[in-house]
């Protein structure tokens, strides 16, 4: 095994293996991820702050097998924060709090290239910060099925008040958060709230929607996952890496931008890779900050 010690903002952080191809369809490499992670950095960060990161580690790369890990690695360095969190059982986990550069790098470098999330801080895990609605297509549905949902969803929220912001899941699907940051909401009520809204479009668009869990309900349509609202559930954190073949990432789109990619038809379009994400922060900044500052409270349905 390689290894090549470096500072990363005053702190040693050692990196192994860099030259591994974890992507292999296309070579990417783990130092290319590390170099991805290290510039996203000032986006991705904001949105781990606080909260307890599940890693989900391709040692062999993404053509591998991988694993969950939830409990912090006990060998980590001293610097690494950590919190912890109740359990069902009644015990607590210790869970990795990953709020600066040297912290997401030694994640990074344990081949996580998938890093998630809960909808609530550690410190206050049962309050959801946000609600999600999480589109996941049943083929031969795939993500323009799911565009067009989050934008009816779009409207929906409109009419109730409520602004929604969509972000691809780096999979086959899309994502959209409604940022509530009230101390008052619960899991109980976005869990309610999610559903109903899920059972209102199913009844509206029955050949486009489901909100049924069974798998074969979900069939050419679009199921929307109103489960994810809750405690101990994660959801893959905006700018993160997915393992696919190429390396895709969960991105923001705007709400005029989705609507017009999704209207040339071509899935491809709504797929955003690690060097497209690069750009698009440069430009455009980070879309989903107002998701982290935003309040709404939601309306009784």
């Given at each position: 095994?390689?290894?090549?010690?470096?500072?990363?903002?005053?702190?040693?952080?050692?990196?192994?293996?860099?030259?591994?191809?974890?992507?292999?369809?296309?070579?990417?490499?783990?130092?290319?991820?590390?170099?991805?992670?290290?510039?996203?950095?000032?986006?991705?960060?904001?949105?781990?702050?606080d909260?307890?990161l599940?890693?989900?580690?391709?040692?062999?790369?993404?053509?591998?097998?991988?694993?969950?890990?939830?409990?912090?690695?006990?060998?980590?360095?001293?610097?690494?924060?950590?919190?912890?969190?109740?359990?069902?059982?009644g015990?607590?986990?210790?869970?990795?709090?990953?709020?600066?550069?040297?912290?997401?790098?030694?994640a990074?470098?344990?081949?996580?290239v998938?890093?998630?999330?809960?909808?609530?801080?550690?410190?206050?895990?049962?309050?959801?910060?946000?609600?999600?609605?999480?589109?996941?297509?049943?083929?031969?549905?795939?993500?323009?099925?799911?565009?067009?949902?989050?934008?009816?969803?779009?409207?929906?929220?409109?009419?109730m008040?409520?602004?929604?912001?969509?972000?691809?899941?780096?999979?086959?699907?899309?994502?959209?958060?409604?940022?509530?940051?009230?101390?008052?909401?619960t899991?109980?009520?976005?869990?309610?709230?999610?559903k109903?809204?899920?059972?209102?479009?199913?009844?509206?668009?029955?050949?486009?929607?489901?909100?049924?869990?069974?798998?074969?309900?979900?069939?050419?349509?679009?199921?929307?996952?109103?489960?994810?609202?809750?405690?101990?559930?994660?959801?893959?954190?905006?700018?993160?890496?997915?393992?696919r073949?190429?390396?895709?990432v969960?991105?923001?789109?705007?709400?005029?931008?989705?609507?017009k990619?999704?209207?040339l038809?071509?899935?491809?379009?709504?797929?955003?890779?690690?060097?497209?994400?690069?750009?698009?922060?440069?430009?455009?900044?980070?879309?989903?900050?107002?998701?982290?500052?935003?309040?709404q409270?939601?309306?009784?349905?």
């Amino acid at each position: 095994m390689s290894r090549t010690l470096v500072e990363v903002a005053g702190r040693k952080v050692t990196l192994s293996n860099l030259e591994k191809v974890l992507y292999p369809a296309c070579g990417f490499t783990k130092a290319q991820v590390l170099d991805y992670i290290r510039r996203i950095a000032p986006y991705i960060l904001p949105h781990l702050k606080d909260r307890a990161l599940t890693l989900k580690r391709y040692p062999e790369g993404v053509d591998g097998d991988f694993f969950y890990e939830k409990r912090c690695p006990s060998h980590r360095p001293p610097w690494v924060n950590t919190a912890e969190i109740p359990q069902e059982e009644g015990e607590g986990m210790t869970v990795c709090i990953v709020n600066d550069l040297p912290a997401l790098i030694w994640a990074a470098n344990l081949a996580s290239v998938e890093l998630h999330v809960p909808l609530a801080r550690a410190r206050s895990w049962s309050t959801p910060d946000f609600l999600v609605f999480d589109l996941d297509p049943g083929e031969p549905a795939g993500i323009l099925e799911c565009a067009r949902v989050a934008l009816i969803l779009r409207e929906l929220l409109l009419r109730m008040g409520l602004s929604g912001f969509a972000k691809t899941s780096g999979m086959k699907g899309l994502h959209v958060y409604v940022p509530l940051n009230r101390r008052e909401t619960t899991f109980a009520d976005t869990k309610t709230f999610s559903k109903t809204v899920a059972a209102i479009l199913q009844k509206h668009y029955p050949d486009l929607v489901t909100a049924k869990m069974a798998k074969k309900e979900r069939a050419a349509k679009v199921f929307i996952n109103w489960s994810q609202n809750d405690a101990s559930k994660s959801m893959v954190c905006v700018y993160s890496l997915r393992a696919r073949e190429n390396p895709l990432v969960s991105c923001p789109l705007a709400w005029d931008e989705l609507e017009k990619k999704a209207g040339l038809g071509d899935p491809r379009v709504l797929q955003v890779g690690a060097g497209d994400a690069l750009g698009r922060v440069e430009e455009k900044g980070d879309l989903f900050r107002d998701v982290l500052v935003k309040r709404q409270k939601l309306p009784h349905l």
